[in-house]
């Protein structure tokens, strides 16, 4: 029996990291029905651990189930995007500010490597431009060496990506992403120099001017008009 379970354990882990990755790349798009049994077929595996994974998702609100259980992907909201956004601006500040004072040598290292990979958040570069960033992010928060801030960061990032996705079809010309790719750089510098404060107030600029920021005000002016057509 406990090996059944470890069996299934892992299943539900596997159609958990899948659909959370469809979901937040936008394969199942926000709003949508989940026909579980078409996607059971899909992944390749029995109902069972494909329900494990929907209520893992509904605990972390990228599903929604009624009581007649019936499946549909979050959709999205200005309101969520908000929520989300004004949390990152109150735990990345303080992430890079101790980024600054903890960074040992291979926190430098792994830092300057993401650094490198770096190129404008834009159409032209698409999903390559958003790993890269996501990437270069992570490193920052690790090296502040606080594994419960590390943890909330993460999944912040993750439900933000569909809002940062949304942001990234916006038309915002090429100097706000230009200024965003040089505050990386000198974010990092800072961080190696051990300035936390010009740090942390660096950052709290760059997510001002994020494609988080930007999503919000598409999805505001979007769910404005959608109220005014319905009035």
Known sequence: MAVAQNVFSSKGDVAYAQLRSWILLGTLPAGSRLAQYELADRLQMSITP????VRR????????LDS???VRIAPMSSTQARQLF???????PTAVELAAQRRTERDIVDMRAAASRLVPVTQKW???GLIAHREFHRTLYLASHNDVLIHLLEDLWDKSDRYRRVGLELPPGAEPRTIDLDEHFQILELVVSG????????????????????AIDALEGDELT???DSA
């Open 50 to 53: 494909l329900r494990e994974a």
């Open 57 to 64: 998702l509904s605990s972390e609100g990228l599903i929604e």
């Open 68 to 70: 007649h259980k019936n």
């Open 86 to 92: 004004e949390v990152r601006l109150s735990l990345d």
């Open 126 to 128: 698409g999903e390559e």
């Open 195 to 214: 300035d936390s404060h010009a740090a942390g107030e660096l950052t709290r600029k760059h997510i001002l001017n994020s494609l988080t920021a930007a």
């Open 226 to 228: 959608h109220h005014q």
